[in-house]
């Protein structure tokens, strides 16, 4: 070997050589190091290998029904408009090239963890306090945000995505999955409200059958609200592994695998509305929609289950039978099958879009 030729750790580039992140031991019990796409500089490998099986890299999350969301709202240069539910902002780096130069987006979400991360993400795109407007505030609020900015008119255009993001779904510390065991939290905002456990000691057997029936069509809901119901009763269910297995024990014997998985998610998912309120504020944010549309406004709605979806299904209809609303979608907008092979939860999003007379 001479001088100039470069040894196994000096690339011939002149880069540093930096070994790709191994774990320690074959089985690593750190959230953080199991999942190395987590890392201030993952490895673009293991980024590319999951995405291309479908999968969402942990702690980052890929807007779902981009192109459909701009072809329906289609931002201008100049327009103002509104995105309700930030999270990891994808959808409104996509609508803020829109609106260059000149446009404004309003940005609300009610995060308190991830909207810092957020904006300061955005603001590293080059988008200042002219064309990005962020507030913590909850969709639901977005009437009365509207004048506090000097936009009591209402704006061009209107993004909604009821979804969660992947980095709420993927903290273990959040306890909105049961795929990783963590405190049982599930609150939207960390600071306000009571969590899941102890939403879930105080809620009567009757009660919670009733909110798993709603919050996600359950059909085994009495069976499992009555198990759930007593173990709660005997001591808090204090953890996400804790309630898997509280709700896998209330299940018939013979029910598939895949059967189990998703009545798990399905009560994870109904315990997460009604810890949320998440019904009552898309009724409250359906009821002042219109107001917050100039004419002519476009708004689309991402939803991912019937209950949120059948709430907007109806606004719309209504609206435009009563001249609210002078164009409706014709029918749900789902992503392809493209998209869900390369991004498995976008496969329950259905998008509906309106117009305002």
């Known amino acids: ?72 709202l289609a931002p201008q240069p100049g327009e103002r408009g509104a995105d309700v539910t930030l999270g990891h902002g994808g959808h409104s780096e996509a609508l803020l090239a829109g609106l260059q130069p000149g446009g404004q987006l309003l940005a609300l979400d009610v995060d308190t963890l991830q909207l810092p991360l957020t904006e300061e993400r955005l603001r590293g795109l080059g988008y200042g306090t002219e064309a990005l407007i962020i507030r913590r ?16 008119d209402g704006v061009d255009f209107l993004l909604a995505d009821l979804g969660l993001s992947s980095m709420q779904i993927d903290n273990p510390t ?15 905002n960390p600071e306000r409200g009571v969590s899941a456990r102890d939403w879930l000691r105080r809620c009567r057997s009757d009660k919670l059958a009733r ?10 809901a009495e069976q499992i609200a009555a198990t759930l119901a007593e173990l709660s ?36 998912q109904a315990i997460r509305i009604a810890v949320n309120e998440e ?22 709605i991402l939803s991912f289950h019937s209950g949120e979806d059948r709430r907007v299904k109806h606004h719309f ?32 999003a259905k998008m509906r879009w309106a117009i305002r007379m």
């Open 1 to 72: 070997m001479t001088d100039d030729e470069p040894t196994a750790h000096e690339p011939a580039d002149g880069q540093p050589f930096r070994r790709r992140q191994r774990y320690r031991g074959t089985h690593p019990r750190n959230y953080a190091e199991k999942y190395k796409e987590l890392s201030s500089s993952p490895d673009p490998e293991t980024i590319a290998k999951l995405i291309g099986s479908g999968k969402t890299p942990a702690g980052q999350h890929r807007p779902i029904l981009v192109s459909e969301v701009l072809e329906h």
């Open 137 to 152: 505030c909850n969709f639901a609020g977005l009437a009365g945000m509207l004048p506090q900015i000097g936009w009591q």
């Open 174 to 188: 959040r306890g909105f999955s049961y795929k990783h065991d963590g405190p049982l939290d599930m609150r939207m």
């Open 211 to 220: 909110v798993l029936a709603d919050g996600s069509d359950e059909p085994f």
């Open 233 to 268: 009763k005997r001591e808090p269910i204090d953890t996400t592994g804790q309630l898997r297995r509280a709700i896998e024990s209330a299940l018939p014997n013979g029910i598939t695998d895949d059967g189990r998985r998703s009545t798990v998610a399905r009560v994870f």
């Open 279 to 300: 019904f009552n504020a898309l009724d409250a944010f359906l009821r002042r929609l219109p107001d917050c549309l100039l004419q002519g406004g476009r708004v689309a």
């Open 317 to 348: 209809r209504d609206g435009v039978r009563s001249g609210v609303y002078r164009e409706i979608a014709p029918d749900i907008i789902r992503p392809t099958g493209q998209e869900v092979c390369t991004n498995s939860r976008a496969a329950s």
